[in-house]
């Protein structure tokens, strides 16, 4: 899992609860560029990727990522609600969206495509 986030502090946080979650967490970027960039170096089958960046947004990161040979799957976060994007969330290629606040391994897993998850949807 990368985990993308301009604040170090959330980034600190989800690393945190994805590893105790079962999760292994192989790097963190600040923004989109760096997010990427490490997707092409580091190829993690997920990527958790806030919506709001520094440099750009979440929407068009996943767009980027959703384009690529190997793509991982992306769950966005933000700290507003899922509503206040509408269907933005799944016209970027996407897997779903969880709020901050609610985020946990077992919210993460429940979007993943394959065997216990579902693709497409969000929390």
Do not use: N, W
């Not at 990427?36 to 190829?43: E, P, S």
């Not at 990161?61 to 206040?84: E, K, M, Q, T, W």
């Not at 269907?87 to 779903?96: L, Q, V, Y």
């Amino acid at each position: 899992m990368l985990v993308v986030d301009d604040q170090a502090s959330f980034r600190s946080i989800a690393r945190r609860v994805m590893a105790a979650d079962g999760f292994v967490v192989v790097g963190e970027a600040a923004d989109g560029a760096a997010a990427i960039r490490a997707c092409g170096a580091l190829r993690p089958d997920v990527v958790l990727l806030d919506v709001q960046l520094q440099d750009t947004d979440g929407f068009a990161v996943a767009d980027v990522l959703a384009a690529g040979v190997h793509p991982p799957a992306i769950v966005l976060v933000s700290s507003r609600s899922r509503a206040d994007y509408g269907s933005r969330i799944e016209d970027c290629g996407a897997c779903g969206f969880i709020a901050k606040s609610d985020l946990s391994g077992d919210a993460v897993r429940r979007l993943l495509p394959g065997p216990g998850g579902t693709s497409r949807s969000g929390s």
